[in-house]
């Protein structure tokens, strides 16, 4: 059974029972963020089924901002949210998958002569454009975990990134650059956010995270 991970902002709002929220004490200024995890087979129902959760859903998203964490296509098609976060791990899943791997075929056939970093960097950007195809918003793609304490090795792989969905015809203004949440990390934010590239923070740090 598959968990496909909605995130949601809400401002001074009850989260629902379960969910994780993170208050910044600024009621009003800045909307704080909470995340639940929905069991994509609860929403699968057979036809003419109506399940509560659904409904939970549709209400999340007249009130709150729907950001999807996967990296699976069709999930996101299917859930329709307004934002989308990947991460390498979500990534290796779904390009294990049978339907989405066309997007490596088509990666290792066009550039069999790139290094594993840049590989790497023209997959995530793939997926990362198959999703922009699909949401009103913005999607983030997350630099290497190994960058997590080099600062110029964050901002170097970020700007790759970002030069790669330019490059398809993405602004921007568009992709998060996900960032790890270490002191290099920060810096390497301050930096790109200064040159216009948005970025967000993740907790985690290493590869066995």
């Known amino acids: 059974m598959s968990v496909f991970k909605l995130s949601y902002y809400s401002c001074c709002r009850t989260p629902p029972a379960g969910a994780a929220s993170q208050q910044d004490g600024r009621c009003g200024s800045r909307p704080a963020r909470a995340t639940v995890d929905y069991i994509d087979s609860f929403f699968h129902a057979e036809p003419g ?26 999930a996101i098609r299917t859930y329709r949210p307004t934002d989308a976060t990947t991460n390498p791990t979500l990534i290796l899943k779904a390009v294990q998958k049978e339907e989405y791997r066309y997007i490596l075929d088509r990666i290792l056939t066009d550039h069999r002569n790139a290094d594993v970093v840049e590989k790497t960097n023209r997959l995530l950007v793939a997926f990362g454009r198959e999703i922009l195809d699909i949401i009103p918003g913005r999607v983030s793609t997350e630099v290497d975990a190994r960058l997590s304490f080099d600062v110029n090795g964050s901002i170097d792989r970020a700007h790759d990134l ?31 956010q200064s040159e216009g590239i948005r970025c967000n923070m993740t907790l985690l740090f290493s590869l066995p995270q």
């Open 162 to 192: 970002i030069a790669l969905y330019e490059q398809s015809g993405i602004p921007r203004e568009r992709v998060l650059i996900k960032l790890a949440s270490t002191w290099e990390g920060i810096q390497a934010a301050r930096q790109l």
């Open 49 to 74: 089924v109506t399940h509560n959760m659904e409904t939970q859903l549709e209400a999340l998203r007249r009130h709150t901002t729907v950001v999807a964490d996967t990296g699976d296509i069709e």
